[in-house]
């Protein structure tokens, strides 16, 4: 069964600081991954995805994400938070081929400092 | 015009209770889903249906129904409301591996 591991439950921060979260999954064929964002309040927003191709892929909002497939890990990164980064940050997995079956990650809530 | 879109927003009832949720779709997506948000935030799949057919159901008392008129629409019925339904459920559309969020509906159950 497939799984997804995100490294940390609460990351605080301060403006400008750089941002890595983690994210470990577990799926023995092809997969898809995703980021998504869920701001206070608000539904889950696609922040950027990997299919195939190159491993490192930039997503909205300056973010971007590196496919390490011999780790099964696909961290998110950002060079310089703002305030209005902060929200709650999902990774997920489904199987390759479009697949159907979509795995969430438990969350990383971040709250970046003025 | 809304992509994903749920009804009601919020939703407040109390125990033993029937309550229905709905969500309808116009991106043309084959697949649609239920998620369950608690209050810790994690998010837990439902049900998929994919071209008004049932595919995913996770383990989900059977107070929990969900029904599909068509490929557009996919509802979400509960019976007998408990105190531990209380969250929030989003809907979800997908076609070729991408996900698409309604804006959720939070159930308070009490």
């Known amino acids: 069964a497939q799984s997804v591991s995100q490294h940390n439950h609460h990351v605080i921060l301060s403006e400008a600081a750089s941002l890595e979260l983690g994210c470990n999954y577990s799926?023995?064929?092809?997969?898809?991954l995703f980021w998504y964002v869920q701001y206070p309040g608000q539904h889950l927003q696609l922040l950027l995805k990997?299919?195939?191709?190159?491993?490192l892929v930039k997503g909205i909002k300056g973010f971007e994400a590196e496919f390490i497939k011999s780790k099964f890990s696909f961290n998110l990164r950002k060079p310089s938070v703002q305030w209005s980064d902060t929200a709650e940050y999902f990774c997920a997995v489904n199987g390759g081929n479009y697949g159907q079956n979509f795995v969430f990650g438990p969350g990383t809530r971040l709250s970046v400092l003025p | 015009d809304t992509a994903v879109s749920q009804t009601p927003k919020y939703l407040v009832t109390q125990m033993g209770n029937d309550k229905s949720i709905k969500c309808e779709q116009n991106?043309?997506?084959?697949?649609m889903y239920w998620y369950k948000q608690d209050s810790k935030k994690f998010l837990k799949i439902m049900f998929s249906?994919?071209?008004?057919?049932?595919?995913i159901n996770e383990t989900v008392p059977n107070r929990f129904s969900p029904k599909s008129p068509d490929k557009a629409h996919l509802n979400l019925h509960i019976n007998s409301l408990e105190l531990g339904d209380s969250a929030v459920y989003f809907c979800?559309?997908?076609?070729?591996?991408?996900?698409?969020f309604g804006p959720g509906t939070r159930l308070t159950v009490t």
């Open positions: 249906y994919n071209n008004k057919e049932l595919i």
């Open positions: 991106l043309g997506h084959d697949t």
């Open positions: 979800a559309s997908s076609q070729a591996g991408e996900q698409y």
């Open positions: 990997y299919f195939s191709g190159d491993p």
């Open positions: 799926y023995g064929g092809t997969v898809n």
